[in-house]
């Protein structure tokens, strides 16, 4: 009979079979040459899912090189969406997996921290091996809160310095940012838009903090009984689902909704196109955070049809045209 349950502490990418991209109906994505090269992240920040979700076995590991290399290559086109929680994460494997795609004209996203960021040469290899663009935790503007949740590799860093060392490199920056931490106020939204505006970020993805069960933040506020839902269709970061210590429930979810308004705006997209450091990155930075946020009606009209990837050429030319400097 089976069991109900397996588990194994065994954590290993050695030996994967390839995957069967054959399976995948590649004209359903905008992104079909999704990859992931590593399982988890090497930081322990107590919101995050990862340790309860990788409890009883490492946390963080990689795919061998070589491996990764093979799966790129059989990827047609020249975009890569790296889905890796923490691509820069090991630094002997991210710079040997770079050196491999030198070469390939491949144009790629991924995401890091801000610490590998502005570690020195590791971003100058990735953008050799075609990063254009990526996804940041920042994740607060208030310093006290990143301490409190364990977000070490934040600690001491100087952001503003991370983002001009992207956009000096060509990377544009899709900026995390988590509101509700216990440190926040109701001041916390517009500090954060326009900190993110006059650094002429990108793209800026909110999130409110969400508590997933067995994580450090989920034990803290179930023994300070501030837990109000239960109802896991609700821990989409989109809803309240604790009692927030600064402002009400009700502020945080109307100030979540703002920040996204007020952050892609015209107005403010306008303002961080004035920010960006020459003309070829303005005029990228408008297309790129204008057709994000400002052409919805347009994107579900793809999706619906099924045609969205024939927007994957657009995305493709406005990396390759502005991405990256020699």
């Known amino acids: 009979m089976p069991a109900r349950r397996y588990d194994s502490t065994l954590r290993t990418l050695a030996g994967l079979p390839p995957i069967r991209r054959d399976l995948i109906k590649?004209?359903?994505?905008?992104?079909?040459?999704?990859?992931?090269?590593?399982?988890?992240?090497?930081?322990?920040?107590?919101?995050?899912?990862?340790?309860?979700?990788f409890e009883g076995g490492k946390s963080f590991y990689t795919q061998a090189v070589d491996d990764a290399l093979?799966?790129?290559?059989?990827?047609?086109?020249?975009?890569?969406?790296?889905?890796?929680?923490?691509?820069?994460?090991?630094?002997?494997?991210?710079?040997?997996l770079?050196?491999?795609?030198k070469g390939m004209g491949r144009l790629w996203q991924a995401a890091g921290t801000v610490n590998s960021v502005l570690q020195p040469d590791l971003l100058e290899r990735a953008v050799e091996a075609g990063l254009r663009s990526l996804f940041v935790g920042f994740e607060t503007v208030n310093?006290?809160?990143?301490?409190?949740?364990?977000?070490?590799?934040?600690?001491?860093?100087?952001?503003a310095a991370a983002v001009r060392r992207l956009h000096d490199t060509g990377v544009m920056v899709n900026a995390s940012f988590v509101f509700g931490l216990d440190q926040d106020g109701p001041d916390v939204f517009d500090r954060t838009v326009e900190w993110a505006v006059t650094q002429g970020i990108e793209t800026a993805?909110?999130?409110?903090?969400?508590?997933?069960?067995?994580?450090?933040?989920?034990?803290?506020?179930?023994?300070?009984?501030?837990?109000v839902h239960r109802d896991w269709d609700l821990y989409d970061t989109r809803h309240v689902v604790y009692e927030p210590r600064n402002m009400t429930p009700g502020q945080l979810e109307d100030g979540y909704w703002r920040a996204y308004r007020d952050f892609y705006r015209w107005s403010n997209i306008w303002r961080g196109s004035a920010a960006q450091p020459?003309?070829?990155?303005?005029?990228?930075?408008?297309?790129?955070?204008?057709?994000?946020?400002?052409?919805?009606?347009?994107?579900?009209?793809?999706?619906?049809?099924?045609?969205?990837?024939?927007?994957?050429?657009?995305?493709?030319?406005?990396?390759?045209?502005?991405?990256?400097?020699?």
Request: a positive charge.
């Open 143 to 159: 310093d006290a809160n990143l301490a409190e949740r364990r977000k070490n590799q934040n600690i001491g860093t100087d952001y």
């Open 26 to 53: 590649r004209h359903l994505y905008l992104v079909p040459n999704s990859i992931v090269v590593s399982r988890g992240c090497p930081h322990h920040c107590d919101f995050c899912y990862k340790d309860a979700f």
């Open 70 to 96: 093979a799966e790129i290559d059989r990827l047609p086109g020249r975009h890569l969406y790296f889905l890796d929680d923490h691509l820069l994460g090991n630094r002997r494997f991210a710079e040997a």
């Open 205 to 227: 993805t909110f999130h409110i903090m969400t508590p997933y069960p067995s994580t450090g933040l989920w034990k803290q506020l179930e023994s300070e009984n501030r837990i």
């Open 98 to 101: 770079f050196e491999g795609m």
């Open 278 to 326: 020459g003309p070829h990155e303005r005029i990228r930075h408008l297309a790129y955070s204008g057709g994000w946020k400002k052409f919805e009606p347009a994107w579900d009209l793809l999706i619906r049809s099924k045609r969205v990837v024939r927007a994957l050429p657009a995305l493709e030319r406005t990396l390759a045209a502005f991405g990256g400097r020699e």
